[in-house]
């Protein structure tokens, strides 16, 4: 007996898109974006006060990140248990996230632009929303260990660029210059959200030097924390978080197409999810 492979599947699958959510997988999505919305909005939730004792998550952070690591690999074992992925998806899920984490050793600290989010939106869009969930918190938590970014906002982090990995695999269909210009309008505005989002992780603990029209207010209502955010991110993080936008847009107008094909490439030659068929050989001497 020999194995061979079920090509007419596997390009069904390529055709068809990323790989699917089972319903164990879409549970295990769930559940930790939803774990990663709590920790960020426990404050606003619970009315916290700059002087707590939890400034700045230095109370919840380990514990967030103690949870999130677990939680990522239920992500993955849901997703082999149910044929979604296997052994081949998780070898690139981990080349992926070490090439990741070396890109964003080239980003500048001065401007903000950095080339870290390049690989996760071609391979949420290609691999799916599980893949890329995984790969962008991975991707950030390898990158913070190479660049010596490990502290409490490291698990913030990780969930932010999980969300755009996840997020790039729920873009419609589209096709050649359409497809590309798609996710480079998606990069930019993933690349502003991702600084909005992360900014929530401190900024209700944060009182020095700051205007009262831009700080947090215990016990105020949703609107005025909203326009007081807004302030706040328009006052000192827009200007930080448009070169990261800028530049997620470019890499993808430049060089998402050929990332886009040699993904798409690797996952027809792999066939992600396509179970092997078993034919028996024929001998090479028998008669026509």
Not at 70 to 80: I, M, R
Not at 240 to 266: Q, T, Y
Request: proline fraction near 6%.
């Amino acid at each position: 007996m020999t194995a061979a492979s079920a090509p007419s599947a596997a390009s069904a699958a390529a055709r068809n898109g990323p790989i699917r959510l089972r319903p164990r997988s879409t549970i295990a999505l769930a559940v930790v974006s939803a774990v990663g919305v709590l920790a960020f909005g426990w404050p606003f939730l619970l009315g916290a006060h700059p002087s707590s004792a939890s400034y700045a998550h230095t109370a919840d952070a380990p514990w967030l990140f103690v949870a999130v690591l677990p939680l990522l690999l239920v992500v993955v074992l849901a997703e082999l248990a149910e044929g979604g992925i296997d052994a081949k998806a998780i070898a690139l899920l981990g080349v992926l996230t070490a090439c990741g984490a070396a890109l964003r050793t080239l980003g500048g600290d001065v401007t903000g632009a950095s080339p870290v989010f390049f690989l996760l939106m071609p391979a949420g869009r290609v691999l799916g929303r599980g893949f890329g969930f995984t790969l962008g918190a991975l991707t950030l938590f390898g990158s913070a260990l190479l660049t010596g970014g490990v502290g409490p906002w490291l698990p913030f982090q990780m969930l932010a660029a999980g969300w755009v990995g996840l997020f790039a695999g729920c873009l419609p269909r589209a096709s050649g210059r359409l497809e590309i210009w798609l996710l480079a309008a998606y990069g930019a505005l993933a690349g502003l959200l991702y600084g909005a989002i992360t900014d929530l992780w401190f900024w209700p603990f944060t009182t020095s030097g700051m205007s009262a029209q831009i700080s947090y207010v215990p016990g105020g209502d949703w609107l005025t924390q909203a326009h007081h955010f807004g302030a706040f991110y328009l006052a000192t993080s827009l200007g930080w978080d448009v070169p990261r936008a800028v530049a997620n847009a470019a890499l993808v107008l430049l060089a998402g197409r050929p990332v886009l094909l040699a993904l798409r490439r690797a996952a027809r030659k792999a066939a992600f999810g396509v179970p092997a068929e078993f034919k028996d050989a024929v001998p090479r001497d028998s008669a026509a």
